[in-house]
RNA sequence: GGAGGGGUGGCCGAGCGGUCAAUGGCAGCAGACUGUAAAUCUGCCGACGAAAGUCUACGUAAGUUCAAAUCUUACCCCCUCCA
């Protein structure tokens, strides 16, 4: 297995790496961010902005092609890759993580307590998640294998066993329940698979166990002891930043550093320094393409405004006459033509072109961003950069 | 000239005796967003006040009533139809 595909570590100091990932359709520097295009299309971003803006590997989610347009129409135009225009580097997350999003609504409403109305997940038992599809109402049946079916129809470099993203607020007794399920899953994902493998493709394993040291350690030494080609570490990562990290170190104990080390659903550029300290090598995020489509640009420390975060919100009034671009020293598109007060304009005019142009930045911004801590690992610079960009 | 309809907070537009500082929507001002059911969601949005509350408000003026955006009368504007 995995003939086609190699993770070579190429620097390594104080528990941080640098490193590559070769697959069929190229190779990803590490550490590296994969941006998300849930439902085959990084919304509102084409193909070539990806590659102008230096992505070098995007994402897309099982569940949501499953439901629609079905992962074997997909299949029948050539594959993912074909059908949406991409040529790099592709992921597919499992579907594992709406067994969470559709029952419990945002990351944010769950961990602050908010359920949301009406959930689409019906029922989880030993086979699999029953969902009501929110495309035609239609009941679905999402299982280890019907999401690795799945995920060989879309054809993915890089494939993601199917668990369960078990809630923050769930007790220590269902956690590791879930977490051993999740772990049974991942067998029968793998051994799926294997069956199918035709050289193709590499699989991730998932650490689950909530925010339990104990359930942490087991789930990473799961997966390491299974032949996966890399690991990620899903599942609740705490109600703070704080506890994020403690997770996020839980996890790395019991794990095979040998494998790429991916680290599910974060995106935070402080978030990221942290993880990166602890040695994951990827991150996937819908942040800095969500806040884009809501108006907020990503910029470096000393570009922001009063409010402490990590972005710019265009639809401010005090940007009305700003005009200066989002970051002067940023080589996107958007920096070299837009300013602010453009930007500011047009998104309370409720143009489209807004929308994208803060996309293309946050994209820009973010691969700038790994470009950067890429650069600096081996000159020893990463704790000064860090107070540039957090 | 005759007949009818209408004038409500920045705009559109409900309400048609008390529970109305007045439903909604838009605009405005903020906030949230971390393996995307998200170009979404939440809050504020007459003035003063931290709040209780006070004041000023449904074209203008007068009236009926314990009480009027809501009823009556006059006036001023707007729209439609007829001459």
Not at 59 to 67: E, G, V, W
Not at 98 to 106: D, P, T
Not at 114 to 127: F, H, Q
Request: glycine content about 10%; proline content about 3%.
């Amino acid at each position: 297995m995995y003939d086609n595909f190699k993770f070579s570590i190429t620097f390594l100091r104080n528990g941080y790496r640098r490193g590559i990932i070769a697959t069929p359709h190229g190779i990803i520097e590490t550490p590296a961010f994969i941006f998300c295009g849930t439902k085959a299309s990084v919304k509102g971003i084409s193909p070539w902005q990806l590659a102008e803006t230096g992505t070098s590997i995007i994402l897309s989610n099982t569940y949501h092609l499953f439901a629609h347009p079905g992962s074997e129409h997909i299949k029948n135009r050539g594959g993912l890759h074909k059908f949406m225009g991409w040529n790099g580097p592709m992921l597919t997350d499992s579907g594992g993580f709406q067994i969470f999003s559709l029952g419990h609504g945002s990351v944010a409403d769950e961990i602050k307590g908010r359920r949301c109305g009406s959930s689409t997940l019906l029922s989880i038992d030993e086979d699999g998640a029953v969902f009501k599809s929110y495309w035609d109402g239609g009941k679905q049946l999402l299982t280890p294998e019907k999401s690795m079916q799945a995920q060989r129809d879309l054809g993915a470099d890089l494939v993601v066993a199917f668990d369960e993203c078990t809630p923050f607020h769930s007790d220590k007794k269902y956690t590791e329940q879930s977490m051993e399920r999740s772990h049974r899953w991942e067998k029968r994902s793998l051994e799926e698979f294997a069956r199918c493998d035709d050289g193709t493709q590499a699989i991730y394993g998932i650490v689950q166990g909530g925010v339990h040291a104990d359930l942490r350690k087991r789930s990473a030494e799961f997966v390491s002891e299974h032949p996966f080609f890399a690991t990620a570490i899903g599942g609740t990562l705490g109600s703070n930043k704080t506890q994020m990290m403690e997770v996020v170190e839980m996890a790395m104990n019991g794990l095979d550093k040998s494998r790429p080390i991916h680290l599910l659903g974060i995106g935070g550029i402080c978030d990221i320094f942290q993880g990166i300290a602890l040695g994951i090598d990827t991150f996937d995020c819908v942040h800095p393409t969500r806040i884009a489509r809501h108006g907020g640009a990503l910029v470096k420390a000393k570009y922001r405004d009063s409010s402490q975060r990590e972005h710019i919100n265009l639809k401010r009034s005090q940007y009305k006459n700003d005009d200066s671009p989002l970051e002067p020293d940023c080589d996107c598109p958007s920096c070299k033509i837009f300013s602010r007060a453009y930007l500011h304009y047009l998104l309370k005019a409720n143009e489209l072109l807004a929308l994208q142009a803060i996309a293309v930045h946050n994209i820009r911004f973010m691969n700038r961003l790994m470009e950067h801590i890429r650069s600096s690992m081996e000159n020893g610079t990463l704790n000064e950069i860090k107070e540039i960009w957090c």
